[in-house]
């Protein structure tokens, strides 16, 4: 599969990419992931490598409640 060569994030603010399995359980890129996407030459690709957390949701309201910590 293909990404989106159009992604883009202001570096100067804190950032975190998430993704929700099938099984409610959370992955994510977090602010400290994206130090390494910061310290690369600009114009580099990168590959965004999300990290299974111990997070399971269990409503839509979890997610913002587990945002911060992840961030």
Do not use: M, Q, W
């Not at 998430?18 to 994510?28: E, F, R």
């Not at 992931?33 to 030459?41: G, I, L, M, Q």
């Amino acid at each position: 599969a293909g990404g989106d060569n159009k992604f883009s994030f202001d570096p100067n603010l804190r950032n975190c990419l998430i993704a929700i399995l099938p099984d409610n359980s959370l992955v994510s890129f977090s602010n400290k992931d994206f130090d390494a996407v910061r310290a690369a030459k600009r114009g580099t690709s990168f590959e965004f490598n999300l990290k299974l957390t111990k997070i399971k949701l269990k409503s839509a309201k979890d997610i913002s409640k587990h945002l911060e910590e992840l961030i």
